[in-house]
C-alpha cells in the first residue's frame, strides 16, 4: 500500500504506474496514481489545446517519412477494423442501416458511435454512447 501525493488516499502498487530509466535498466514508481495521473492529462491538455495541437502538426511536418510509416503501420496492423468502420459509414450513407435514437445498453440520448465486438462482422454492430463504449471497451482490456 502506499499514498497518492495527489488525492492522499492508500492505494495498492498496481494503482500506480511503474517508469523505467533506460541507462541502467531500473525503475521507480510515480508518485500519482493512474487515476490522479488521468485527470492531470487530461486537465493540461484542456489548458494547451492549441499548443499540443500545433506542435503535433509541426512534428507531422518535420518527419513525413516517419509519419506516413506510422500510418502504414497503423493501416497494417488494423486492416480488419479500419475496413469495418468504412463499411459501416457506406452503409449509413446508402440508408440500409439506420442509427437509432437511443444507446443500446443505457438507453440515453446521446451522440451514439458503433461498437464492433467482432471486425470480421464489420455490419454486426452496437450503438452506444461515449460512456457505454469506453466501459466495453474496458472490459474487454
Not at 69 to 90: C, L, P, S, T
Request: aromatic letters at 10%; charged letters at 40%; proline letters at 3%.
Amino acid at each position: 500500500m502506499r499514498k497518492c501525493t495527489r488525492c492522499k488516499i492508500d492505494k495498492e502498487e498496481i494503482e500506480f504506474h511503474v517508469q523505467w530509466r533506460n541507462n541502467r535498466n531500473c525503475y521507480y514508481p510515480c508518485r500519482h496514481c493512474k487515476e490522479c495521473d488521468k485527470k492531470i492529462c487530461a486537465e493540461y491538455y484542456k489548458n494547451n489545446r492549441k499548443k499540443l495541437i500545433k506542435k503535433a502538426a509541426e512534428w507531422v511536418k518535420n518527419n513525413p517519412d516517419r509519419d506516413k510509416e506510422n500510418r502504414k503501420n497503423y493501416f497494417d496492423n488494423n486492416r480488419q477494423k479500419i475496413y469495418a468502420r468504412g463499411e459501416v459509414a457506406y452503409r449509413l450513407r446508402l440508408g440500409d442501416i439506420v442509427k437509432p435514437k437511443k444507446c443500446e445498453d443505457c438507453k440515453c440520448e446521446k451522440k451514439l458511435s458503433a461498437h464492433h465486438t467482432d471486425y470480421a462482422k464489420p455490419l454486426e454492430i452496437q450503438w452506444l454512447c461515449k460512456e457505454c463504449h469506453l466501459d466495453k471497451h474496458r472490459r474487454i482490456l
